[in-house]
């Protein structure tokens, strides 16, 4: 969710809905017939099978673009988009984002699971102005699956005012990544050390991404100079 989605108002310069929708027609006709064929090979492997390299999990703002952010190509990331990157907890809802999950783990056998979140979250601002949210219903009771992390920001944070929504962002990202471990079927694989899950946040402005270490406790920079910060516990049992 962008900044102007709460407030209910139209974004700043809005185009007209024929203009939009032309620009976005003649884009697919561009990517018919320029783009398809030079791919064309690709796109015949992927009629009839997909084996994803991971799943990503981010928020349905549009300018998180997670193939362009991590240079994928169709086929590689089974992504899953929804308002906040929630994860709602395991028997709470059979909804999509479950559905998703259990399907990747167990149908596609995802060996990873990306969380991301992101700078100038919509959703993270309704979480620390609610009032915002009186005539969305729908947004306010799903971002109830946010209320642990606005809680834990609350009871703990120190930090000053205009760093309150960054920090929010990333304890967001921890907290569905413990709902992520209440579902059963990721809950196995992380027994066994099949699963591996991580926690990220995407900054707009400079594209950096900073990475949730579990075992620090802290986030940190993927800098391609140290090894990924992972969000993965230690597994139990080898896989059987
Ligand atoms: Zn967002």
Same mark, same amino acid.
């Given at each position: 969710?962008?900044?102007?989605?709460?407030?209910?108002? =139209?974004?700043? &310069?809005a #185009? /007209? !809905?024929?203009?939009?929708?032309q620009?976005i027609? +003649?884009g697919?006709?561009?990517?018919?017939?320029e783009?398809?064929? #030079?791919?064309? &090979?690709?796109?015949?492997?992927?009629a009839?099978a997909?084996?994803?390299?991971?799943?990503?999990?981010?928020?349905?703002?549009?300018?998180?673009?997670p193939?362009l952010?991590?240079q994928?190509?169709?086929?590689?990331?089974?992504v899953t988009? /929804? @308002?906040?990157? @929630?994860?709602?907890p395991y028997?709470?809802?059979?909804g999509?984002?479950?559905?998703?999950?259990?399907?990747?783990v167990?149908?596609?056998?995802?060996?990873?699971?990306?969380?991301?979140?992101?700078?100038?979250?919509g959703?993270?601002?309704?979480?620390l102005?609610? !009032?915002?949210?009186e005539?969305m219903?729908? @947004?306010?009771?799903?971002?109830?699956?946010?209320?642990v =992390?606005?809680?834990?920001?609350?009871? /703990?944070c120190?930090?000053?005012?205009?760093e309150?929504?960054?920090?929010?962002? #990333? &304890?967001?990202?921890?907290s569905?990544?413990?709902?992520?471990r209440?579902?059963?079927?990721?809950?196995?694989?992380?027994?066994?050390?099949?699963?591996?899950?991580?926690g990220?946040?995407?900054?707009? +402005?400079?594209?950096?991404?900073?990475?949730?270490?579990? +075992?620090?406790?802290?986030?940190?920079?993927?800098?391609g100079?140290?090894?990924?910060?992972m969000?993965?516990p230690?597994?139990?049992?080898?896989?059987?």
């Open positions: 969710m962008s900044d102007n989605t709460p407030s209910g108002a =139209a974004p700043v &310069e #185009e /007209n !809905a024929e203009t939009a929708l620009t027609v +003649e697919f006709l561009r990517f018919r017939h783009v398809f064929p #030079e791919q064309e &090979e690709l796109f015949k492997k992927l009839t997909q084996q994803p390299r991971a799943m990503f999990i981010t928020c349905a703002d549009s300018r998180i673009v193939e952010i991590t994928s190509a169709p086929g590689d990331l089974f988009r /929804n @308002v906040g990157n @929630v994860v709602p028997g709470q809802m059979n999509g984002v479950s559905t998703a999950i259990e399907y990747a167990l149908a596609l056998g995802v060996q990873h699971i990306i969380v991301c979140g992101h700078s100038d979250c959703a993270m601002k309704a979480v102005a609610p !009032a915002t949210l005539r219903p729908t @947004v306010k009771a799903w971002l109830r699956h946010a209320e =992390a606005r809680t834990v920001v609350a009871d /703990n120190t930090c000053a005012e205009h309150v929504l960054g920090v929010l962002t #990333e &304890e967001n990202v921890v569905q990544l413990d709902h992520l209440t579902h059963p079927s990721v809950a196995s694989r992380l027994a066994s050390g099949q699963l591996f899950i991580h990220w946040v995407y900054d707009i +402005e400079t594209c950096a991404i900073r990475a949730y270490d579990a +075992e620090r406790g802290e986030f940190r920079p993927i800098d100079d140290h090894p990924v910060p969000a993965t230690r597994p139990r049992y080898s896989p059987s």
